[in-house]
C-alpha cells in the first residue's frame, strides 16, 4: 500500500508535460442524490481545460512528454470521425507547437452530418485530417507515419501509447481524488473500454482504498478480452513506475450492457441520462461515452446493485462536443420544437393547448 505521495513519486519517474488544469473540481450532486437514493458526486475531468476538455488531457500529458522525449517533431494519431481523443491531440500539438495528423474513420457520422462537433474543432485547431474506410485505419496511421518520415520528419503515432501511459495519468486521477473525498467512496464508475479504468484500478489497488470500480464500456467486445486487457495495462503501467503491483482480470469489472445496438449510435436510456443529470445538476454528458455509462450507473442503482445511501462518484471523461453531431437524435428524443410568437399581444402561452385538448 503506498501513500498519495508515493505515488506521485512513482509517476514522476516518467517524462510529462503540462497540459490539463489540475486538480479538476468534484461537484457534489444534491438533488440527483435525493432523486437516487444515493450520495452521488462528479469527478469533473470534462474541464481538464484543453478546447472543452476530457479524460485524453490527463493522459497526453504523459503521452506528450513520451512524444517530445523521443524528439517527435509530428504527431499522428485518430480514431472515429467524432473523436475526443483526436480533437484532444490537436489542442495539444497547437499548444505544444507540433503538427497534428489525423486519419479518423470515414464511418456513419461522418455521412450523416459531415464537419461538426470534434470533426470541426479539429479543422480549427489546425489539425489536417483525413477519413479513410475503418478496416484500413491502423495502416493508414502506419502509412503515414512513413511517407513523413521519408520527408525528414519525426512523427510520433498517438495510438500505440495512449492506453498505458494514459492509465498512469489515471492513477494519479485516483490520488487527487483522494484528496478532495474526505474518506474514499464506495464506488467509482466511469465510461471505459481499456485505459481509464486500468489506471484508477491501478489507483484504488496502489492507495489500498475499499472502493469499488464500475466501468462501462461504449463498444460490444467480449467480457474476457476486456478484463484481460484492463488488468494488462495496469499491471505495465504500475511496471512503468516502478511498481510490483499487479491487477488480474478477475479484478476488473466492465460492462457492455448498455452500448445498445453499436458504437456511436445512441440509446434511449443514454438521452434520458443526459437529460436527467443536466436538468437536475446542469451538468452535460456526451451522447457516446458518458451518457452511456451514466445510464448504467442510474440503472444499478435503480435495480439495487448499487445500494441505497451508497457513495458513489462518477468520473466524468468529457465529449461534450458530439452532443451537436447528435443533435438530431436529441432534438427527435426530446420532442423539442421551436416555439416562434408573432405577436406577443396574444400573449407568450395563450396559445399552449389546455390538458386534454
Not at 46 to 62: C, S, V
Not at 88 to 102: F, I, M, N, S, T
Not at 286 to 301: C, E, R, W
Request: net charge neutral; glycine share 10%; aromatic share 8%.
Amino acid at each position: 500500500m503506498l501513500t498519495v505521495e508515493q505515488l506521485r513519486e512513482a509517476m514522476g519517474r516518467l517524462p510529462r508535460v503540462e497540459l490539463a488544469v489540475l486538480p479538476t473540481p468534484v461537484h457534489e450532486c444534491p438533488n440527483l442524490s435525493r432523486e437516487l437514493g444515493i450520495s452521488l458526486a462528479v469527478k469533473r475531468d470534462d474541464l481538464t481545460g484543453l478546447a472543452f476538455g476530457g479524460n485524453k488531457t490527463r493522459k497526453f500529458e504523459f503521452v506528450f512528454g513520451d512524444a517530445l522525449q523521443k524528439g517527435a517533431d509530428v504527431i499522428v494519431a485518430g480514431f472515429g470521425s467524432q473523436s475526443n481523443f483526436a480533437r484532444q491531440a490537436a489542442a495539444a500539438c497547437a499548444r505544444l507547437g507540433l503538427k497534428c495528423y489525423l486519419v479518423n474513420r470515414y464511418d456513419d457520422r461522418a455521412r450523416k452530418v459531415g464537419i461538426q462537433g470534434n470533426y470541426l474543432l479539429d479543422f480549427i485547431l489546425g489539425a489536417r485530417v483525413w477519413l479513410v474506410p475503418p478496416e484500413q485505419l491502423a495502416d493508414a496511421r502506419r502509412k503515414l507515419a512513413e511517407e513523413l518520415r521519408a520527408l525528414g520528419h519525426r512523427p510520433y503515432i498517438l495510438n500505440d501509447t495512449e492506453a498505458v501511459l494514459g492509465a498512469v495519468a489515471y492513477a494519479g486521477c485516483v490520488a487527487e481524488l483522494t484528496e478532495q473525498l474526505a474518506e474514499p467512496p464506495q464506488y467509482l464508475v466511469l465510461a471505459s473500454g481499456s485505459g481509464t479504468q486500468a489506471g484508477v484500478l491501478l489507483g484504488v489497488k496502489a492507495l489500498g482504498l475499499p472502493t469499488r470500480v464500475i466501468g462501462f464500456r461504449p463498444s460490444r467486445v467480449p467480457d474476457a478480452t476486456v478484463k484481460e486487457q484492463i488488468a494488462a495495462i495496469a499491471t505495465e503501467a504500475a511496471a512503468l513506475m516502478g511498481l510490483k503491483i499487479r491487477v488480474q482480470p478477475e479484478e476488473v469489472e466492465n460492462s457492455e450492457d448498455y452500448v445498445g445496438e453499436a458504437y456511436g449510435i445512441v440509446t434511449p436510456a443514454c438521452l434520458d441520462a443526459i437529460e436527467l443529470l443536466a436538468r437536475t445538476e446542469g451538468i452535460l454528458l456526451d451522447p457516446v461515452y458518458s451518457g452511456k455509462a451514466f445510464s448504467g450507473l442510474v440503472d444499478y442503482v435503480r435495480r439495487g446493485i448499487i445500494p441505497t445511501g451508497s457513495r458513489v462518484v462518477f468520473i466524468h471523461t468529457g465529449g461534450q462536443p458530439a452532443i451537436f453531431a447528435y443533435a438530431s437524435e436529441f432534438i427527435e428524443h426530446g420532442g423539442y420544437r421551436m416555439q416562434v410568437v408573432e405577436d406577443i399581444r396574444r400573449g407568450i402561452l395563450s396559445p399552449v393547448p389546455a390538458p386534454g385538448d
